[in-house]
Nanobody, 117 residues
Framework: QVQLVESGGGLVQPGGSLRLSCAAS????????MRWYRQAPGKERELVAM????????VYGDSVKGRFTISRDNAKNTAYLQMNSLKPEDTAVYYC??????????WGQGTQVTVSS
């Protein structure tokens, strides 16, 4: 039923760009706040970006501010993460998460991003 499916990850050189997508189904997408998280090997999961249900407000982690942009297209039930000026330290598995204030919480399976020359 409920699914969040990330795509768009891969191998990119430092300074390059990638666009991640998170396709949602099985719930009312426009009622949910969307977030992107990432987790690198041996490190704790960290918040990358957040966007409210209407797209009216965004929040970014300090390490990606100015380089990454979160967006959403509610007509397509999809959230995006545009990643520019990528650095090796951005290498991680990236996950999307959908939440409401009523305890509902859904996670995607993750997509690997590797930044290496």
């Amino acid at each position: 039923q409920v699914q969040l499916v990330e795509s768009g990850g891969g191998l990119v050189q430092p300074g390059g760009s990638l666009r991640l997508s998170c396709a949602a189904s099985g719930f009312t997408f426009n009622d949910y706040t969307m977030r992107w998280y990432r987790q690198a090997p041996g490190k704790e999961r960290e918040l990358v970006a957040m966007i409210t249900s209407t797209g009216g407000r965004t929040v970014y982690g300090d390490s990606v501010k100015g380089r990454f942009t979160i967006s959403r297209d509610n007509a397509k039930n999809t959230a995006y993460l545009q990643m520019n000026s990528l650095k090796p330290e951005d290498t991680a598995v990236y996950y999307c998460k959908a939440t409401t204030g009523a305890r509902a919480e859904y996670w995607g399976q993750g997509t690997q991003v590797t930044v290496s020359s």
